[in-house]
């Protein structure tokens, strides 16, 4: 089965809708490539899937641990390049509002550095993972 549909919209404007739920995401070009930056740009969709990805695989392993990691965060800063026009970085903080001992912040730290999004990034991304703990 399909995963999505996107639809151009006109004016560098597109809807995915996940065909299994029926979410929509909306993107919108950035204002230095012409758009209008009112919505994610698909670049800005990338690297904001590896912070989510990144949340989702800690909270599968917090969760086998037994242990609640809701309100955790992740800032996500994006940097492009030219010659092409591409994702060069992605500076990705994540900030645990929690105290854990080491062996529990290396076990999710671990989980958060394999999720297939990283994996799945070309390996000339920079990827920068800072993780604050309480």
């Known amino acids: 089965m399909a995963t ?3 639809t151009y919209k006109g004016e560098l404007r597109t809807v ?3 065909l299994k739920s029926g979410n929509e995401i909306i ?7 012409n758009g209008k930056g009112e919505a994610f740009s698909p670049t ?11 949340l989702t695989i800690m909270g599968i392993k917090a969760a086998e641990k037994n242990i609640k990691i809701e309100g955790t965060t992740a800032v996500v800063t994006k940097t492009m390049g030219v010659n092409p026009r591409r994702i060069t970085k992605i500076d ?20 958060a550095l394999t999720c297939p999004v990283y994996y799945s990034l070309h390996e000339d991304i920079e990827k920068n993972i800072v993780f604050n703990w309480k």
């Open 92 to 111: 990705v903080i994540v900030t645990l509002p929690f105290a854990f001992d080491n062996v529990t912040k290396k076990t999710l730290e671990k989980a």
């Open 4 to 6: 999505s549909e996107v």
């Open 44 to 54: 800005d969709t990338v690297a904001t899937a590896l912070a989510s990805c990144m």
């Open 16 to 18: 995915a809708v996940h």
């Open 27 to 33: 993107t919108d070009a950035p204002t230095d490539n």
